[in-house]
């Protein structure tokens, strides 16, 4: 088997990784009934919210229609579940990273009428996106710069991690494990 020598960028995204990694086991002795909050504002339609979305050990049935409707597709207003799993990844990039602002929204649900139009003017845009189940989100801090976000997203292991440093978003995802 070939061994691939190791470049900058792979070496620099890994010490990233294992900085965040480093904070984890502080932010895994969190009690598993906790709490968990999150802030968000949506950029496209100027939303925000702040909301307790568990409690005691389960999901608040009130918290996540409130999630689903500020994540819906703002093109055509249709809305859809949200992964809760997607929401306890935000909060473990959150703790992670020790923002004190709101995750910005750049995409959440995605109807397959509005990925298929994106589609058509990106390459970047996948037919089966995990933004039309309710698995994914493009995101972005206020006060964390975008390589770290991407570190602590990395460092969790949780699902997919894309990278978009021109576009100024990282995407997350509750899929397989993997980083583009």
């Known amino acids: 088997m070939a061994v691939t020598p190791p470049t900058r960028r ?9 900085a965040a990694a480093a904070a984890l086991p502080l932010a895994a002795r969190a009690r598993a009934d906790a709490p968990r909050a999150l802030q968000f504002l949506h950029l496209h339609t100027g939303e925000r919210l702040s909301v307790e979305y ?3 050990g389960r999901y608040l049935p009130d918290a996540l229609e409130a ?3 500020l994540l819906r597709d703002f093109r055509t207003d249709d809305v859809h579940p ?3 799993e997607l929401l306890d990844v935000l909060h473990r990039v959150a703790t992670l990273t020790g923002t004190q602002r709101p995750f910005e929204i750049i995409s959440g649900y995605r109807s397959p009428r509005t990925n298929a139009a994106l589609r058509e003017r990106s390459d970047g845009v996948a037919t089966r996106s995990l ?9 972005r801090l206020g006060d964390v710069a975008l390589p770290q976000l991407r570190a602590a997203a990395l460092a ?3 699902g ?9 978003f990282v995407h997350l995802d509750t899929g397989r494990v993997r980083f583009w």
Do not use: K, W
């Not at 792979?10 to 294992?18: D, E, H, P």
């Not at 309710?134 to 995101?139: H, K, L």
């Not at 997919?160 to 100024?168: D, I, K, L, R």
């Open 10 to 18: 792979r070496f620099l995204l890994q010490a990233g990784a294992c």
């Open 54 to 56: 568990f409690d005691a």
């Open 67 to 69: 999630v689903n409707r």
């Open 82 to 84: 949200i992964d809760p």
């Open 131 to 139: 933004h039309m189940d309710g698995r994914a989100i493009d995101v």
């Open 156 to 158: 969790l292991r949780a």
């Open 160 to 168: 997919g991690v894309g990278y978009y440093p021109a576009s100024n």
